[in-house]
């Protein structure tokens, strides 16, 4: 029932944040301007998808090979796309941790502790990047608490061995201690100098997402624009993509999108096509790539149960 009911309430917010857009924005426009793009613009925003992949695969790698897992590039590979397709049909991504079930090694739970390793880079990187901007868009006070964020990821990740010490003796006791100490045993792996050079690899890693929109962007609206335009917006259009408000974030990106660039002049369709562009090839595409190498697992069935799945975000 309450599934049920989460499921109503998402489908209406997507449906009255679409409604909204449509309205404010011309629709034909929209297609108009979605189906034909600058061609050379738009080839070298498909071309980034190469580097984007190889930062988040070699990141992913890393960790698992830092935290005792010595999983050969092409299992990382296969393991990635597969958690980033359940991801899509989990509220936030959740399902990402579904990574885990896929590693040969057969250590899933320190293999799910290293998916929120992973996930905690990706998510203190982009709030980093969130504040050239922040300023422009939202309140003082929401700027210093992404600011304090950000301090306390950092702060977290670089002290995490020690955290890691403090909480564990808590967890000798409690159900499914073990379990837990498991999943968080990774955190033990993380010295400052595994720290830095994931934050190095994130902050590149989301620096090619963000020149893939500035190419996008060019390719729907090819007058001048500046690269700090893109800098200062897109990050938050990330970050506001989080909110599992929506059905696969449907309205919500393409919302905070239209509302950010907008100060920059650039046409809301842009913008809209622009983040559409995005979200497929980034997401989409090798989601379905994940999808064949799910089908493809014929022990995933049976581990799969152990998800709590959304049917259709």
């Known amino acids: 029932m309450k599934k049920t009911l989460l499921l109503i309430v998402k489908l209406s917010l997507t449906v009255i944040i679409l409604a909204v857009i449509i309205r404010k924005l011309n629709f034909d426009q929209i297609y108009r301007t979605f189906t034909a793009p600058n061609m050379t613009f738009l080839f070298i925003a498909f071309i980034l998808v190469i580097p984007n992949f190889i930062f988040k695969f070699w990141k992913w790698h890393y960790l698992l090979q ?17 958690g980033l397709a359940i991801g899509m049909v989990t509220p936030a991504r ?31 990187g982009i709030v980093l990047l969130s504040l050239l901007g922040a300023r422009i868009f939202i309140s003082p006070l929401i700027f210093y608490l992404l600011f304090a964020f950000v301090v306390a990821g950092i702060a977290f990740l670089l002290f995490s061995s020690f955290f890691h010490r403090l909480i564990v003796p808590m967890m000798s006791n409690k159900p ?109 595409f090798p989601s379905l790539i994940g999808c064949l ?21």
Not at 228 to 250: E, Q, R
Not at 293 to 313: L, M, V
Request: proline share 3%; with cysteine.
């Open 176 to 284: 499914f201690g073990t379990k837990i100490k498991q999943v968080l045993s990774v955190f033990e792996r993380l010295s400052k100098r595994v720290v830095t050079k994931n934050i190095a690899i994130t902050l590149a890693m989301f620096f090619v997402v963000l020149f893939q929109c500035y190419f996008f962007v060019k390719a729907f609206y090819p007058d001048a624009l500046a690269f700090n335009a893109i800098l200062f917006a897109y990050p938050l259009v990330i970050v506001a993509n989080i909110l599992p408000i929506t059905i696969g974030g449907l309205g919500v990106r393409e919302g905070v999108a239209v509302f950010t660039l907008s100060v920059f002049n650039i046409p809301g369709e842009v913008a809209v096509s622009a983040t559409l562009y995005l979200f497929i090839i980034n997401v989409v």
């Open 94 to 124: 959740a399902g990402e941790v579904g990574r885990a079930l896929f590693l040969q090694k057969k250590e899933k739970l320190k293999g799910t502790g290293v998916v929120i390793v992973d996930k905690l880079f990706d998510l203190t």
């Open 293 to 313: 190498i799910i089908a493809s697992a014929g022990n995933f069935s049976k581990e799969a149960k152990n998800i709590q799945a959304d049917p259709i975000e």
């Open 66 to 82: 830092t935290c005792g897992i010595n999983e050969s590039y092409y299992n990382a590979f296969r393991s990635y796309l597969a």
